[in-house]
């Protein structure tokens, strides 16, 4: 597991703002699985609150709706190919951890794991909101701790310098566009 | 205002699933206002759905409960600093079209405007969930009509070539990410 630094839960929608594509991890009763997601976003600042769809197909689902819990990990670029693979095999299947080399290791909050090799992990407990859920794939989570690796992201703020150790943002058809220039105005 | 040409329906998520940042533009009775927003994603593909966070002491809050319709516009990096802005003044203090000067046209289905210059348009009509407004400050909307402008967007895939004319993710304090490299896995 790489390095990792807690970050203070006001500034822990920065690990998300720019509309990184992240890794949903989730564990239950023995069981444990990881997606990818290209639709979440932060719903809230202090307590920070998140949002992520998660389609009722899928094992990650029936995972987060028993424990009531996930971790939202932000993949970088020299994770794009297993992002793509865990966004498009089913945890029913096969058992993703294993087949696609992902490392995890244990939260500190929350059942479901953290992701080796990310950039940052949100750990998140669901908001119970059933008519999002059902009607929309919605769910809606308070973040209760945050981590980043100190290499891309401290004192609340991203510093990316490698072009492979970045966030990446999906598209669609295996593409990606990585996190670019850092510009301010 | 630039060119633009209709996106199929099936493909408007593609407008927003790399997570840029968003101009929300709204019109109500006369008046009309844009601010900008970090916090939006996709939500369904087909029909097309957005979910889009907005906070309740925003004239662009109270125009959008009133009408029920918003159009999500992705600026480009020429148009950081005009976003930075809206998203910082209040439209109930200032036009903010006047005095950022932003352009903007007419949509084809809803009342809200088009914002001049902008990379895509999505015009939303808003799903009524009082829990989510209330509650999350969180709008569900559906997306009407879509268009991007040729020069990057065409045949339902991003094609950026200009460093200034491609979509940017914000951070905080007046910085932004641009989006950058494109790549396939």
């Known amino acids: 597991m790489n390095p990792r630094i807690a970050v203070p839960l006001p500034k822990a929608y920065r690990l998300l703002n720019h509309g990184p594509t992240v890794l949903v991890s989730s564990a239950h009763g023995g069981r444990r699985n990881v997606m990818a997601a290209s639709w979440s976003m932060p719903l809230d600042f202090d307590p920070p609150k998140v949002a992520v769809v998660i389609d009722k197909s899928t094992l990650t ?23 793509l693979a865990v966004g498009t095999q089913s945890g029913r299947e096969t058992d993703k951890f294993s087949i696609v080399g992902v490392g995890a290791a244990a939260a500190s909050l929350v059942g479901a794991p953290l992701i080796d090799g990310c950039l940052a992990w949100l750990e998140c407990r669901v908001i119970p909101e059933p008519r999002n859920q059902q009607a929309y794939d919605l769910f809606l989570a308070e973040v209760v701790a945050a981590w980043a690796d100190p290499a891309v992201f401290s004192n609340g703020r991203w510093h990316f310098a490698d072009d492979q150790w970045r966030s990446i943002h999906y598209l669609s058809g295996g593409s990606f566009f990585a996190t670019g220039d850092a510009f301010d105005v």
């Open 61 to 83: 689902r029936e995972l987060v709706e028993a424990s009531g819990e996930f971790v939202l990990n932000v993949p970088s670029r020299r994770q794009a190919a297993m992002t």
